[in-house]
């Protein structure tokens, strides 16, 4: 967590005896990580050495959900509360908890209203109402929580923007034009950074499960993605200023003046309740009811002031038109997903027809929001790595369940959603036991996602599992978790991972008459009843000419359940209405199909596979990477750098000459020849001193210095500085370069190479060359 430049950066060593047992006992809030005011430092101290329960039973619960609102159009807030140590203040100040335990309860009351109504079969309407409540509800607990949690720690974002433009990790578009909202570019150390992350994920996912990876085009006819649903649902609804043309998204318009109006201490009580109820209910209002909402409240726009159009219905996808006739109708991409869909069939060939099999695919997809903002997080165009799981439905077991079974994640599973409760420390063998998580491969991905996070650099205290509820989830899924992180913005989704069920293969089955299925063998032969339909094809192709043979394949993937409703219509009308598409229909006579039953023997049984998809916004995770590393030095608050893990460092390490004296330049060459020949990145700088070039160093995330002085000259040996702490070991030219490799690729730690070659003072080492 991050603080302000008034406040002070927590290390590891302290002169109090006091505070080096507090520390002692109480890790979880040091290490380095941890940015806090020596006022809480000394509150949170004295409570915790005074307190008669201990934290150690405590202390490894996840954080509070909380989220720092913005104001639409506004600069945003710079800081968030560090709800880490919020929590803490709850748990033992019994004047903070007795302030919350209403609100909770609250929360807890409600959820038990909205499962009754669900086990009673209660109407929609009634459900959905209660679901509302239930969600303003949270809101009002978690602005609590975030009113009483301490309010002079918080982390300066714009001195970690500062830094992330200043050394070109990345920055707006076309800045020389304006600038683009929602569009960046990766400079030479954000592109790094981003390769470095998605070789890795490359290594960890699928070398290490044997996935198919595939690279499908951006380009999507408009079919595919008609069956998909994206056409109809992938849209939102915006309005215009109507006098500089800037467009807002309606329901973020409404909610931001909604929230204020409700913050004005001179609005009535009565009008207070009528928008938190109205924000509750927000996702579920129609076109009409939001444009009655705009006219009622007397809504502009917030940055002019104007008057704003009605709503337009405005579709997230860019739309074009495919070769030079502009009569075939496509869209970029908005996820990566659909490519390995329609690839199913031969992707399960390149198997040998077996299941289970996982695909991946990493590429950049698109939408078009509408308010793009908070930098990497919601952009028009992103890179996403999409994993598609196809696995048997009736058997979801995975052979490697049990080396992450023994894991625990904080998991905010839906009920402790609905009773007001944080996340909590699960197993997930426990989790899957007591059916929390619906199935062992969707755990196993749960897993991998969080070994995966955690060694990129992700800090796992801020990193939780959300689990989607009931209302959240889509209507074919079965199971859905999201991994979140804390970041300023509050908790941002990164990953999800989803059982979408066989969903995405059913809708592209019936949109073009081609069977995505598998095949497995049954324990012995079975003899089943057989339905299907027999066209009459000359009569049909009479009938239909060129449409024949796109009726006939439609036919026969009708299912029995399909073919029995058919039969009933034809005894009824001697006629039936049969969809094509989602555009086209044609009528059939009963003399044109017969229906036939008879036995089959079969050794192999047909099915649908289903899906689990672990889905990773790379942009996101980024983000949340650089926010988790940013660190300032505690002797100079200008010193600011991201402490990144070697593993995904844009650049492995410096080499350093402390001079440019002709002698050292024959050691600068050998080791740059070494460096190069083992795949090492490296930078080389000898201009400034070399205090300045460490901190140059620092703050574009290399880990290793390499520094040659004079005294190698003599005893062949160089100095090796560890970014993060600074300290330095000396050691022979000759191990040097082995030594990074093994540091930068994870296979030693500093620790171990430190007591190996022991701390080395660098004042000791010569800075005059030698005489001649």
Not at 46 to 53: A, D, I, M, N, V
Not at 305 to 315: H, R, Y
Not at 362 to 388: D, K, Q
Not at 752 to 769: A, K, L, M
Request: aromatic share 8%; net charge neutral; glycine share 4%.
């Amino acid at each position: 967590m991050f603080e302000s430049t008034s406040t002070i950066v927590v290390h590891n060593h302290f002169r109090s005896s006091t505070l080096l047992n507090f520390r002692k006992n109480y890790p979880l809030l040091f290490g380095g990580r941890l940015f806090m005011s020596s006022r809480i430092i000394s509150v949170v101290a004295r409570r915790l050495l005074s307190s008669s329960s201990s934290l150690k039973n405590k202390n490894n619960k996840n954080i509070s959900n909380n989220k720092v609102p913005t104001d639409w159009g506004y600069k945003k807030i710079n800081k968030y509360k560090p709800l880490f140590v919020e929590k803490i203040m709850a748990e033992l100040d019994p004047k903070i908890a007795s302030q919350l335990e209403p609100f909770r309860q609250s929360v807890k009351e409600q959820g038990d209203i909205v499962r009754q109504l669900k086990s009673e079969n209660a109407p929609e309407l009634d459900v959905k109402k209660a679901v509302a409540e239930l969600k303003n509800r949270k809101r009002l607990l978690e602005e609590k929580t975030l009113e009483l949690a301490p309010p002079d720690a918080g982390f300066e974002r714009t001195k970690m923007e500062d830094l992330i433009k200043r050394r070109f990790f990345f920055d707006n578009s076309f800045a020389i034009y304006g600038g683009i909202t929602g569009q960046f570019d990766f400079g030479p150390m954000g592109c790094s950074v981003k390769n470095n992350m998605i070789d890795l994920w490359r290594k960890h996912f699928v070398l290490q499960e044997q996935m198919l990876e595939v690279d499908c085009t951006v380009l999507t006819p408009e079919p595919v993605l008609k069956a998909s649903g994206h056409v109809e649902r992938f849209a939102d609804l915006m309005v215009k200023d109507l006098v500089t043309g800037e467009c807002f998204r309606l329901d973020h318009l409404i909610k931001a003046h909604l929230e204020k109006l409700s913050s004005n201490p001179k609005t009535s009580e009565e009008i207070r309740q009528e928008c938190q109820t109205i924000v509750t209910k927000l996702d579920g209002f129609n076109k009409d009811q939001m444009n009655e909402i705009l006219k009622k409240f007397k809504i502009k726009s917030p940055l002019t002031g104007n008057d704003l159009t009605e709503a337009i219905e405005f579709n997230l996808m860019f739309s074009t038109m495919i070769g030079p006739s502009g009569q075939v109708k496509g869209f970029l991409r908005p996820e990566t997903a659909q490519g390995i869909f329609v690839n199913f069939k031969r992707l399960l060939e390149f198997n040998q027809r077996r299941l289970p099999f996982a695909a991946a695919q990493v590429g950049n997809a698109f939408r078009n929001e509408i308010s793009p903002r908070s930098g990497l997080i919601r952009v028009r165009e992103f890179t996403l790595a999409e994993i598609e799981h196809f696995v048997d439905p009736s058997n979801k077991s995975h052979p490697k369940y049990d080396t992450i079974a023994d894991l625990q994640l904080n998991l905010y599973t839906a009920c402790n959603q609905m009773d007001g409760k944080s996340s909590e420390l699960i197993r997930i063998g426990d989790a899957v036991d007591r059916k929390i998580i619906a199935n062992e491969t969707l755990a196993y991905f749960i897993g991998r996602i969080y070994l995966f996070m955690v060694k990129i650099g992700i800090d796992q205290r801020k990193l939780r599992f959300r689990q989607h509820m009931d209302n959240e989830m889509a209507h074919y899924a079965t199971d859905c978790w999201d991994a979140e992180c804390l970041t300023s913005y509050g908790w941002v989704e990164c990953v999800g991972c989803a059982d979408r069920s066989c969903f995405d293969l059913l809708q592209h089955t019936k949109a073009t008459n081609v069977k995505l299925v598998a095949e497995k063998d049954l324990p012995e032969p079975k003899m089943i009843n057989v339905v299907e339909i027999v066209p009459n094809k000359g009569l049909m192709g009479k009938h239909f000419k060129s449409n024949a043979q796109k009726v006939i394949q439609r036919l026969n993937v009708l299912n029995e359940n399909e073919i029995k409703q058919i039969e009933e219509e034809l005894n009824a009308k001697n006629e039936f209405i049969l969809d094509l598409d989602k555009e086209n229909q044609v009528t059939i006579t009963k003399e044109m199909i017969t229906i036939k039953r008879y036995e089959k023997k079969i050794h192999v049984e047909e099915f649908t596979p289903g899906v689990i998809e672990p889905s990773f916004g790379i942009g996101r995770i980024m983000h949340t990477l650089f926010e988790h590393n940013f660190r300032i030095r505690q002797d100079d608050e200008q010193r600011t750098y991201f402490a990144l893990p070697a593993i995904v460092c844009p650049i492995k390490c410096s080499l350093l000459p402390l001079s440019n004296h002709q002698s050292l330049k024959s050691y600068v060459t050998e080791i740059s020849k070494q460096l190069s020949s083992a795949d090492i990145s490296f930078k080389f700088d000898d201009t400034g001193s070399i205090g300045k070039r460490y901190a140059r160093t620092d703050e574009i995330s290399i880990p290793f210095a390499i520094t040659i002085d004079f005294d190698s000259l003599n005893d062949k040996m160089v100095t090796l500085r560890e970014r993060d702490s600074t300290e330095q070991i000396r050691l022979p030219i000759a191990d040097v370069v082995n030594i990074v490799k093994e540091l930068s690729m994870n296979i030693r730690q500093w620790d171990d190479v430190r007591n190996q070659y022991g701390i080395f003072d660098p004042t000791q080492s010569s800075s005059e060359p030698p005489p001649q």
